[in-house]
C-alpha cells in the first residue's frame, strides 16, 4: 500500500508559469515532510522540507503549503524555469520514511 | 561535512554473473544506510537497510542481498543477474533510523544485457 500519494505522474509547464505537485497521506504519526528534486542520472537532493505544525514554508521560488486536517501537501514552483525540469518526490516521515512515487517536470521556454 | 560516495557509476553485466556495488559515507560515524533501486521513470523502492555493522533489513524478496562490513560501507551484491535487475540504484544514509532527511550518493547504473 502506498504510504504517500503523489500527483501528478508528469507535468508540463510553461517558463514562467507556476508548478504543483500534490501529495497526500494517511498516517497521522507522520509529522515530517520532505521534498527532493532529482536531475537524470542523478540521485535526489533535499530541496525543502515542512513540519505539520506551519501551513507554509517559502524558500525563494519553492513553497510548501501543508493541510494538516486533509492530510494533504503541495509544492509549487514559481516563475518555473527550464533549469527546474526534473523528477520532484514528496516524502513522509514519522517511524518509517516513505517516498511519494515522483512527478516529471518538464518547463518549456 | 558529509559525502557520500558510490562506485562504479555505470556497469554493463551479462545476466547471470555476479554483482557488488559499494557505497562509503564520509564525515559521519554510526550512519543509517539504505539501498534504493529505480526502474527508468519510475520511483524509489527500498530495498535494504542497515542501522549497523552486520545488521541487515530486507524490504522486498529479490535475487540481491546487502553486506555492512564497516560501519560507513554498505556492498550491494547478487551471485547472478537476472534481467530485471537493471535499474539506477542509490544508496542513501541518514543520522538515525527515525530520521527527518536521507542524503543520497550519485547512483549506479546497471544494465543487465
Known amino acids: 500500500q502506498q504510504q504517500v500519494k503523489q500527483s501528478p505522474q508528469s507535468l508540463i509547464v510553461q517558463k514562467g508559469g507556476i508548478s504543483i505537485i500534490n501529495c497526500a497521506y494517511e498516517n497521522t504519526a507522520f509529522d515530517y515532510f520532505p521534498w527532493y528534486q532529482q536531475f537524470p542520472g542523478k540521485g535526489p537532493a533535499l530541496l525543502i522540507a515542512i513540519r505539520p505544525d506551519v501551513s507554509e514554508k517559502k524558500e525563494g521560488r519553492f513553497t510548501i503549503s501543508f493541510n494538516k486536517s486533509a492530510k494533504q501537501f503541495s509544492l509549487h514552483i514559481m516563475d518555473s524555469q527550464p533549469g527546474d525540469s526534473a523528477t520532484y518526490f514528496c516524502?513522509?516521515?514519522?517511524?518509517?520514511?516513505?517516498f511519494g512515487t515522483g512527478t516529471s517536470l518538464t518547463v518549456i521556454p | 561535512s558529509q559525502t557520500i560516495h558510490q562506485w562504479p557509476a555505470t556497469l554493463v553485466q551479462p545476466v547471470g554473473s555476479p554483482l557488488s556495488l559499494e557505497c562509503t559515507v564520509e564525515?559521519?560515524?554510526?550512519?543509517?544506510l539504505y539501498w534504493y533501486r529505480q526502474a527508468a521513470g519510475r520511483g524509489l523502492q527500498l530495498l535494504f537497510y542497515s542501522v549497523g555493522i552486520g545488521q541487515i533489513s530486507s524490504e522486498v524478496p529479490q535475487n540481491l542481498s546487502a553486506s555492512r562490513p564497516q560501519d560507513r560501507q554498505f556492498i550491494l551484491s547478487s551471485k547472478k543477474l537476472l534481467l530485471s535487475d537493471s535499474g539506477f540504484y542509490l544508496c542513501?544514509?541518514?543520522?538515525?533510523?527515525?530520521?527527518?532527511?536521507?542524503?543520497f550518493g550519485p547512483g549506479t547504473r546497471l544494465t543487465v544485457t
Open positions: 516524502a513522509a516521515s514519522g517511524n518509517q520514511f516513505y
Open positions: 564525515g559521519t560515524s554510526n550512519p543509517n
Open positions: 542513501a544514509w541518514s543520522t538515525s533510523w527515525i530520521s527527518y532527511e536521507q542524503y
